[in-house]
């Protein structure tokens, strides 16, 4: 069964520094998704992003955020300048289409901010 | 707007009895309503999604919910506990197709137990 995969599965950064964190979704699916989750605190949502553009974005996607999908299997989050308050479980994840609004989830990404 | 709330943050039961976890949510539309599961430092797995077809929907591993919208509630709940239950449970809403992409709205979770 196709899944969503992510990678790496931990990254440790130290303050300041940049991060890019990869996903490859579903290969048929046309939604794209961050969210993220802070240690023993809900699943926020980020951003969805669909044909080249992104959907829509919550608060906490603010600039030092951005999505890209640089080829046609990668779909990869950016933080320009991490924080200590950023370290988190990012969770990608893809859904097929907007009539379908079930969304698959990869296994996620732990973050560690120094 | 949607939210969604879980009424319990943790439960315990023993192996082999009923579980019974909580979920109450409010929407503007029709909403879709899921349950995804979390095991110890794995991903998000879909249990089951009600989409106004039929109220009681079966899902894996032998888990069912239930759509009431009089109570605005979608309990999840399994007959028999196992020991490979034990993880953390979200109870999530989402407006159905009104937007390119849908928001979806997690719950705060709620860690179920299994005694021995």
């Known amino acids: 069964e196709p899944e969503v995969t992510q990678t790496p599965s931990h990254q440790v950064t130290q303050m300041g520094q940049e991060v890019i964190l990869r996903c490859v979704p579903i290969s048929n699916h046309l939604y794209f998704y961050w969210y993220r989750q802070i240690l023993g605190q809900k699943v926020e949502f980020l951003v969805s992003f669909y044909n080249n553009e992104i959907s829509e974005k919550s608060e906490i996607f603010d600039d030092q955020f951005s999505v890209e999908r640089p080829d046609g299997s990668n779909f990869t989050l950016k933080i320009r300048s991490t924080k200590l308050e950023d370290s988190a479980m990012y969770f990608c994840?893809?859904?097929?289409?907007?009539?379908?609004?079930?969304?698959?989830f990869g296994p996620g990404t732990r973050l560690t901010v120094l | 707007a949607q939210s969604v709330t879980q009424l319990d943050s943790h439960v315990s039961v023993s192996e082999g009895t009923p579980v019974l976890l909580r979920c109450n949510y409010s929407s503007s539309y029709s909403p879709s309503l899921f349950w995804y599961v979390q095991h110890p430092n794995k991903g998000l797995q879909l249990l089951l999604k009600?989409?106004?077809?039929?109220?009681l929907v079966k899902g894996i591993n032998g888990f069912e919910a239930e759509f009431k919208k009089s109570e605005t509630s979608f309990h999840l709940t399994k007959p028999s506990a196992h020991m490979s239950d034990a993880a953390e449970y979200f109870c999530v809403v989402s407006d159905q197709g009104y937007s390119s992409a849908s928001k979806i709205i997690f719950g705060s979770g709620t860690r179920l137990s299994i005694r021995p």
């Open positions: 009600y989409t106004s077809a039929a109220t």
């Open positions: 994840a893809s859904s097929p289409d907007r009539f379908t609004d079930t969304q698959y």
